[in-house]
């Protein structure tokens, strides 16, 4: 198993830059999520590592060794790819037979079948082996593509998006034996999403990657609790984090002279209590309290129905917020309401830069 | 309403069938022509108006591989009693087999030259084939500078007629002693076919996700074995379509096969004509030797129709 590390890695296509002095550390045994927009140089990074893109700085380490020099065969890393990419005119068998009979490996046709048996066996696609690829489901084919990367005992697993194209259903299954299937094999994985709940679940890790930058790395705990930036604040979470300016002076934050005014005494604003300035204020949905004897006051503005929950946007001015509360609530559209804000769980972004000043560092 | 629409309907399908039935007509009586003109005795050939029914024969073939003179005279009625099943025939027609000292008939060029067609064309298609894959394959998956322009430099070989090159052509041949051979013919016709073997595959192949070759790279395989294991499995119909085409190029080819050999390596397209001169013109078999020289060409198209119609629709459309 492997530990990979990137260091400084840039990478232009063209003009474009893709990825820029990007510096990653991925431990031995660890499921890593990169999760960031379309764009923002998830698959270049997977692609680097896999060989099939060389960088044009920055060196790439597998397991301490710079593996920049090596072909894509010989960095012994398995790749499974958003689009299927199962052979077209093989069998499943043969699919899964294909990157044993690689000459790198040299292997006899037992220890062949048998890691296919046992390959199978594991992504419970027995009953498939002698099918033609084209003769299978969305579902079959990504657990035939997985398998093909599992057969041959790789360094480290790279997925890109491998669940995108699944139904939400078959999504959610794959996604738990996915993070099983890791458990069990004790693998270093690479997993880039798109998709946060997707990262929140399956990552020990997650890496959030904005324009081929790496704005944020920890556990999802962190990242939803600790966002570094306005970025990471509304691209994790649904719906997503409440963001608006304020302005602080003299103990509060004005966000609506008279209407919407924030003091600044609550646990997590207390250490800007002498702050002056322009700042976004962020509130996530759950921190957005109704309660009759709350200090703010809104309209209900519109309600979605979520089945567990409700999702209520308040309007206070021309201020929209969305509040999450239990599906149970009795609501009626356009009436006033009052609400407190959880001041153990607000943030507070520097208005130009985005960084959180509360927990940046 | 409805009556009339379906009456103009009705006329207008009326005359669609009787243009479809014209232009068969017109493109299959040549055809007809010179496959009947094959089968028919020297006498019949040329009579107006044609001789649509007559009794076939296999004579013309019997004369086509064979070389024969005009009899003066009676046949001797000993000769005749003798004489194989096939030498009668000729005897039939008023003339007799040209044979050497020991007696036996000498062979007509024809043969060779088929033989010629074949090696030079199949050579040739192979080789263009594979090399514009190779080609084609490079310029699909790899960026490089100027990567259009010689896209468009290789098409632009193709821009000229190929006439305006021939003696150009015929001295740089004469001049490192390529003329009349096999392999002078076989580059010829490759680079013709090449420019457009290229163009063809890179359609094809751009029609190939290349994750399946990089999944193969990952999966520890070299790129040229990922070529020969993954895209050209997956391009088998290209290859089909552009080597039926370049085999068509190549057996037609008549200018330069014509110019450029005279006896070793001479190809069938100008060796048929060639018979008109000497002597009687017999038409049944210059015929006989066309229909022959039809067939492979016929037979092959036949059986990779599906192939071409996909090749024509799908890998010179797009883009």
Same mark, same amino acid.
């Given at each position: 198993?492997?530990?990979?590390?990137?260091?400084?890695?840039?990478?232009?296509?063209?003009?474009?830059?893709?990825?820029?002095?990007?510096?990653?550390?991925?431990?031995?045994?660890?499921?890593?999520?990169?999760?960031?927009?379309?764009?923002?140089?998830?698959?270049?990074?997977?692609?680097?590592?896999?060989?099939?893109?060389?960088?044009?700085?920055?060196?790439?380490?597998?397991?301490?060794?710079?593996?920049?020099?090596?072909?894509?065969?010989?960095?012994?890393?398995?790749?499974?790819?958003?689009?299927?990419?199962?052979?077209?005119?093989?069998?499943?068998?043969?699919?899964?037979?294909?990157?044993?009979?690689?000459?790198?490996?040299?292997?006899?046709?037992?220890?062949?079948?048998?890691?296919?048996?046992?390959?199978?066996?594991?992504?419970?696609?027995?009953?498939?082996?002698?099918? =033609?690829?084209?003769? +299978?489901?969305? !579902?079959?084919?990504?657990? %035939?593509?997985?398998?093909?990367? $599992?057969?041959?005992? &790789? @360094?480290?697993?790279?997925?890109?998006?491998?669940?995108?194209?699944?139904?939400?259903?078959?999504?959610?299954?794959?996604?738990?034996?996915?993070?099983?299937?890791?458990?069990?094999?004790?693998?270093?994985?690479?997993?880039?999403?798109?998709?946060?709940?997707?990262?929140?679940?399956?990552?020990? =890790?997650?890496?959030? +990657?904005?324009? !081929?930058?790496?704005?944020? %790395?920890?556990?999802?705990?962190? $990242?939803?609790?600790? &966002? @570094?930036?306005?970025?990471?604040?509304?691209?994790?979470?649904?719906?997503?984090?409440?963001?608006?300016?304020?302005?602080?002076?003299?103990?509060?934050?004005?966000?609506?002279?008279?209407?919407?005014?924030?003091?600044?005494?609550?646990?997590?604003?207390?250490?800007?209590?002498?702050?002056?300035? =322009?700042?976004?204020?962020?509130?996530?949905?759950?921190?957005?309290?109704?309660?009759?004897?709350?200090?703010?006051?809104?309209?209900?503005?519109?309600?979605?129905?979520?089945?567990?929950?409700?999702?209520?946007?308040?309007?206070?001015?021309?201020?929209?917020?969305?509040?999450?509360?239990?599906?149970?609530?009795?609501?009626?559209?356009?009436?006033?309401?009052?609400?407190?804000?959880?001041?153990?769980?607000?943030?507070?972004?520097?208005?130009?830069?985005?960084?959180?000043?509360?927990?940046?560092? | 309403?409805?009556?009339?629409?379906?009456?103009?309907?009705?006329?207008?399908?009326?005359?669609?069938?009787?243009?479809?039935?014209?232009?068969?007509?017109?493109?299959?009586?040549?055809?007809?022509?010179?496959?009947?003109?094959?089968?028919?005795?020297?006498?019949?050939?040329?009579?107006?108006?044609?001789?649509?029914?007559?009794?076939?024969?296999?004579?013309?073939?019997?004369?086509?591989?064979?070389?024969?003179?005009?009899?003066?005279?009676?046949?001797?009625?000993?000769?005749?009693?003798?004489?194989?099943?096939?030498?009668?025939?000729?005897?039939?027609?008023?003339?007799?087999?040209?044979?050497?000292?020991?007696?036996?008939?000498?062979?007509?060029?024809?043969?060779?030259?088929?033989?010629?067609?074949?090696?030079?064309?199949?050579?040739?298609?192979?080789?263009?084939?594979?090399?514009?894959?190779?080609?084609?394959?490079?310029?699909?998956?790899?960026?490089?500078?100027?990567?259009?322009?010689?896209?468009?430099?290789?098409?632009?070989?193709?821009?000229?007629?190929?006439?305006?090159?021939?003696?150009?052509?015929?001295?740089?041949?004469?001049?490192?002693?390529?003329?009349?051979?096999?392999?002078?013919?076989?580059?010829?016709?490759?680079?013709?076919?090449?420019?457009?073997?290229?163009?063809?595959?890179?359609?094809?192949?751009?029609?190939?996700?290349?994750?399946?070759?990089?999944?193969?790279?990952?999966?520890?395989?070299?790129?040229?074995?990922?070529?020969?294991?993954?895209?050209?499995?997956?391009?088998?119909?290209?290859?089909?379509?552009?080597?039926?085409?370049?085999?068509?190029?190549?057996?037609?080819?008549?200018?330069?096969?014509?110019?450029?050999?005279?006896?070793?390596?001479?190809?069938?397209?100008?060796?048929?004509?060639?018979?008109?001169?000497?002597?009687?013109?017999?038409?049944?078999?210059?015929?006989?030797?066309?229909?022959?020289?039809?067939?492979?060409?016929?037979?092959?198209?036949?059986?990779?129709?599906?192939?071409?119609?996909?090749?024509?629709?799908?890998?010179?459309?797009?883009?």
């Amino acid at each position: 198993m492997a530990q990979i590390k990137l260091e400084n890695i840039s990478k232009k296509f063209g003009r474009q830059t893709a990825l820029s002095d990007l510096n990653l550390d991925i431990a031995d045994g660890e499921f890593f999520v990169l999760l960031g927009p379309t764009g923002a140089g998830k698959t270049t990074t997977l692609r680097l590592i896999a060989g099939l893109d060389a960088p044009n700085a920055g060196t790439i380490n597998i397991n301490g060794e710079n593996v920049n020099e090596y072909s894509a065969a010989e960095r012994d890393v398995a790749l499974v790819f958003q689009y299927y990419s199962l052979y077209p005119h093989y069998t499943v068998r043969q699919n899964l037979e294909f990157p044993l009979r690689s000459k790198v490996r040299r292997l006899t046709e037992q220890d062949i079948s048998a890691s296919v048996a046992r390959a199978a066996k594991t992504l419970r696609i027995e009953h498939l082996l002698e099918r =033609k690829t084209d003769k +299978l489901s969305g !579902g079959e084919m990504q657990r %035939v593509s997985i398998g093909r990367a $599992i057969v041959r005992e &790789p @360094r480290a697993f790279l997925m890109d998006e491998p669940l995108s194209n699944l139904d939400a259903k078959l999504r959610e299954i794959l996604r738990a034996e996915l993070k099983d299937l890791q458990m069990k094999l004790g693998a270093t994985f690479l997993y880039v999403a798109h998709d946060q709940v997707e990262a929140m679940s399956m990552g020990d =890790k997650i890496g959030i +990657l904005c324009d !081929g930058h790496l704005v944020q %790395v920890g556990s999802s705990q962190d $990242i939803y609790n600790r &966002p @570094r930036d306005t970025f990471v604040a509304t691209f994790v979470g649904s719906p997503a984090m409440n963001l608006f300016d304020a302005t602080l002076s003299n103990g509060k934050a004005v966000v609506i002279p008279g209407s919407l005014e924030i003091p600044t005494s609550g646990e997590a604003m207390n250490h800007l209590r002498e702050r002056a300035g =322009k700042v976004k204020i962020g509130v996530r949905s759950e921190d957005i309290l109704l309660d009759s004897s709350g200090p703010l006051e809104g309209r209900i503005h519109g309600v979605e129905n979520h089945g567990v929950e409700k999702v209520v946007t308040l309007r206070v001015g021309e201020l929209l917020l969305r509040a999450t509360v239990p599906a149970r609530t009795v609501l009626e559209l356009d009436s006033p309401i009052r609400f407190a804000f959880n001041d153990k769980k607000l943030h507070c972004f520097d208005a130009a830069s985005g960084q959180n000043l509360i927990f940046g560092d | 309403m409805a009556a009339v629409t379906s009456k103009g309907q009705r006329l207008w399908n009326r005359m669609l069938v009787a243009t479809v039935f014209v232009l068969v007509i017109v493109f299959l009586a040549p055809l007809y022509w010179i496959s009947s003109t094959a089968f028919k005795p020297r006498s019949l050939a040329t009579t107006v108006p044609p001789t649509v029914v007559f009794e076939p024969e296999i004579t013309p073939f019997i004369k086509l591989f064979t070389r024969r003179v005009q009899m003066r005279g009676e046949v001797d009625p000993e000769v005749y009693e003798e004489a194989e099943w096939y030498e009668k025939r000729v005897l039939d027609a008023g003339e007799r087999f040209i044979k050497d000292a020991d007696g036996n008939i000498e062979s007509s060029g024809y043969w060779s030259r088929f033989l010629n067609s074949i090696i030079i064309a199949v050579t040739s298609t192979f080789l263009a084939v594979a090399m514009g894959t190779l080609t084609a394959y490079g310029f699909s998956r790899f960026r490089m500078p100027g990567e259009n322009d010689w896209l468009f430099f290789i098409l632009s070989t193709r821009m000229l007629p190929p006439v305006v090159v021939a003696i150009p052509m015929f001295l740089m041949y004469r001049a490192v002693g390529l003329v009349d051979t096999h392999v002078g013919l076989i580059i010829l016709y490759t680079a013709f076919n090449l420019s457009f073997s290229v163009w063809l595959m890179k359609g094809f192949i751009d029609e190939i996700p290349t994750e399946y070759e990089e999944a193969a790279l990952v999966d520890g395989y070299t790129r040229m074995e990922a070529f020969f294991k993954i895209v050209v499995p997956q391009t088998a119909t290209g290859v089909a379509a552009t080597a039926v085409f370049c085999f068509i190029t190549a057996w037609n080819e008549y200018a330069f096969a014509l110019m450029m050999t005279n006896s070793k390596a001479q190809t069938a397209p100008p060796y048929i004509p060639s018979q008109l001169g000497s002597g009687i013109t017999d038409w049944t078999v210059i015929a006989s030797g066309t229909f022959l020289f039809l067939l492979p060409v016929a037979v092959f198209t036949f059986l990779l129709r599906k192939h071409l119609l996909r090749g024509v629709t799908f890998g010179a459309i797009r883009k």
